[in-house]
Structures are given as C-alpha cells and as structure tokens.
C-alpha cells in the first residue's frame, strides 16, 4: 500500500496541492508541449474529444496519485516528512516517477541532503517544444510552490536511508 493510500494528510495534501497547480478543465484540451490532457493534468489514454465530470477527475486525480505514490515509494527515503513526500509526489505527477527516481531530488534525498533535494525541484520547469527545452512560467510558478512546501520538511530534519 502507498504511502498516498496510507496517509489521510499525504492524500488531502497532495490532491490539493496538484489540482492547484494543474487547474480543472473538463474537456481535453492540448497542453503547451501538444499533449492532450483532461482535468487536472491527465495525459494517460487521452483523446481531444474527451469530457468529464469533476467529480470523475477528481477520482482520476486520486487513482493516479496512487500510482506515482507506489512508484516512488520505492526510491525515496520512507521516512521523509509529508511535506517533503507530498511535493515529490506532486513533481512525479508532472514529470513522471521514472524520472523523479532517477534525479538529483531522490539523489540528494537518499543522500541526507534534504534542502538540495528540496532545491532541486527548481530545475525542472521547462518542456521540449518544437525540439528546444523552455522554461514555462506555469512549471516556475509550481515548482517554486513544491520547493516551499518540501523545505517546510526539510527544515532541522536529518535523515538516514530506511526503506
């Protein structure tokens, strides 16, 4: 069971969180790298031509969640404190949990370095469009937000590798 699934204050946290930062819009629509995408952020199985409820996004948020929470469960430290969990698992929504276990958060995370792991956050607001990465102000805005709340986790914590 994930952490999300565990945790009434991880998954009231983190859909808050995501469904801030993505925005609800119940018919698919084109995101700026031409993706489409539905409610709040969902790409998976998307077509243009798909509508939905909020409340079915919302049920969509939660089960997605879940599923990135189980993925990361597996490369990041167990007994990082929620903020910290939560902004991850919100940076793994957007970017996917693949490439959150393998980047400089869960490196500096695993390493006891929390406020570089917190930091690094930063570096990943930009998308590939028309083959050149850019910097979108939405993912600035979003990151700046995981990175204030994750060093709110961060903050006189030090951690050693528990799995």
């Known amino acids: 069971m994930s952490r999300f699934a565990k945790s009434a204050g991880i998954a009231g946290l983190a859909v808050s969180l995501v469904a801030g930062a993505e925005g609800l819009r119940t018919v698919a629509y084109y995101d700026p790298p031409n993706i489409p995408t539905i409610c709040y952020g969902e790409t998976k199985g998307v077509k243009i031509t798909d509508t939905a409820t909020p409340e079915q996004c919302v049920a969509m948020l939660k089960t997605s969640l879940d599923g990135y929470s189980t993925a990361i469960d597996k490369c990041l430290p167990s007994n990082l404190p929620e903020p910290m969990y939560v902004a991850f698992l919100s940076a793994a929504y957007n970017i996917g949990a693949p490439a959150l276990c393998t980047s400089s958060m869960a490196i500096r995370a695993n390493a006891g370095n929390l406020n570089g792991a917190c930091d690094a ?18 993912l600035t805005k979003r990151r700046k937000m995981e990175r204030d709340l994750c060093m709110k986790g961060a903050t006189g914590v030090s951690l050693k590798w528990t799995q």
């Open 121 to 138: 956050l930063l570096m990943w607001d930009k998308a590939t469009i028309a083959g050149v990465r850019v910097a979108l102000p939405g």
